[in-house]
């Protein structure tokens, strides 16, 4: 049930802020307009609007402060780099080696940022865990409170964000995964933080697969940053190890491999990758 209310007032409040914020854009339009992989002009306030709903939605249905501080950091980080962000470097690969030839670039400090981010968050999860936990009680509650439990699930944090932004590669794409993973990961501990993720990414996947706007970086980030804070609260060692493993799995491979390739050459995922896109 929290899941369900937390969702609705997450996806009522995300589409009344990109209502608002597309008649009076922060700065002027043409600021948070950028080209799409089709040559049209999409607008990125859609990822702001994604970050307003669902930390609102999450901290009314009482998610923690962990999904807050995840949503919200995330999608500062995320607006650096959409604002300020220079393209001449590309991925984990192209802002670390910027770093080694001595340049800073937005990404670099996005991805220290989100790893800070992610450890935040996962203390948070783990102090309300022991909390939450009666004194004296001998079974291990998801989370934990073991320092390595906390730092699996900061990379946990930090890696669904960076993993989801390299799913906004086309229209409906990285919300359909939000929606899924949300889906997936609510529980009766975990509801208002994937409720919150699902129902924003819901009411703002209409625009987005009509090819006028999408998440950029401060959406995508946001997204995974709150929906990797939702796994936490319900997972215990393991499930952030096997977790950790997976989302490392996956950056890795997308240095060497185009998600959109292996997706398109799919059946399965092709047509749920197009379905609902004009």
Same mark, same amino acid.
């Given at each position: 049930?929290?899941?369900?209310?937390?969702?609705?007032?997450?996806?009522?409040?995300?589409?009344?802020?990109?209502?608002?914020?597309?008649?009076?854009? +922060?700065?002027?339009?043409?600021?948070? &307009?950028?080209?799409?992989?089709?040559?049209?002009?999409?607008?990125?306030?859609?990822?702001? #609007?994604?970050?307003?709903? *669902?930390?609102?939605?999450?901290?009314?249905?009482?998610?923690? +402060?962990?999904?807050?501080?995840?949503?919200?950091? #995330?999608?500062?980080?995320? #607006?650096?780099?959409?604002?300020?962000?220079?393209?001449?470097?590309?991925?984990?690969?192209?802002?670390?080696?910027?770093?080694?030839? !001595?340049?800073?670039?937005?990404?670099?400090?996005?991805?220290?940022?989100?790893?800070?981010?992610?450890?935040?968050? *996962?203390?948070?999860?783990?102090?309300?865990?022991?909390?939450?936990?009666?004194?004296?009680?001998?079974?291990?509650?998801?989370?934990?409170?073991?320092?390595?439990?906390?730092?699996?699930?900061? *990379?946990?944090?930090?890696?669904?964000?960076?993993?989801?932004?390299?799913?906004?590669? %086309?229209?409906?794409?990285?919300?359909?995964?939000?929606?899924?993973?949300?889906?997936?990961? #609510?529980?009766?501990?975990?509801?208002?933080?994937?409720?919150?993720?699902?129902?924003?990414?819901?009411?703002?996947?209409?625009?987005?697969?009509?090819?006028?706007?999408?998440?950029?970086?401060? !959406?995508?980030?946001?997204?995974?940053?709150?929906?990797?804070?939702?796994?936490?609260?319900?997972?215990?060692? %393991?499930?952030?190890?096997?977790?950790?493993?997976?989302?490392?799995?996956?950056?890795?491979?997308?240095?060497?491999?185009?998600?959109?390739?292996?997706?398109?050459?799919? +059946?399965?995922?092709? &047509?749920?990758?197009?379905?609902?896109?004009?």
């Amino acid at each position: 049930m929290r899941a369900l209310v937390s969702g609705a007032v997450a996806g009522a409040l995300a589409a009344s802020a990109l209502r608002l914020l597309r008649g009076r854009p +922060p700065g002027g339009a043409v600021r948070w &307009e950028r080209t799409n992989h089709a040559g049209a002009t999409v607008t990125l306030l859609e990822g702001p #609007a994604y970050a307003a709903g *669902a930390a609102a939605g999450a901290a009314a249905l009482g998610a923690g +402060p962990a999904a807050v501080v995840a949503t919200v950091a #995330a999608a500062g980080l995320g #607006a650096l780099d959409d604002l300020r962000g220079d393209s001449g470097s590309k991925g984990l690969k192209g802002h670390l080696g910027a770093l080694a030839r !001595g340049e800073v670039t937005t990404g670099t400090v996005k991805i220290a940022g989100l790893a800070v981010t992610g450890l935040a968050a *996962a203390a948070l999860v783990d102090a309300q865990v022991r909390r939450d936990q009666p004194r004296g009680g001998a079974g291990r509650r998801p989370g934990g409170t073991p320092v390595l439990d906390t730092l699996v699930g900061g *990379a946990v944090v930090a890696g669904s964000a960076n993993l989801l932004n390299l799913l906004d590669l %086309r229209p409906g794409r990285a919300l359909k995964a939000s929606v899924l993973v949300g889906l997936l990961t #609510a529980s009766r501990r975990s509801g208002a933080a994937a409720g919150a993720a699902t129902g924003a990414a819901v009411a703002l996947l209409p625009a987005d697969l009509a090819g006028v706007a999408m998440l950029g970086d401060t !959406g995508a980030n946001a997204a995974g940053a709150l929906l990797g804070t939702a796994f936490l609260q319900r997972a215990g060692r %393991r499930g952030r190890l096997v977790a950790l493993v997976v989302l490392a799995g996956l950056t890795l491979a997308s240095e060497k491999v185009s998600f959109t390739r292996v997706i398109e050459s799919t +059946p399965v995922l092709r &047509e749920l990758d197009a379905l609902g896109r004009r």
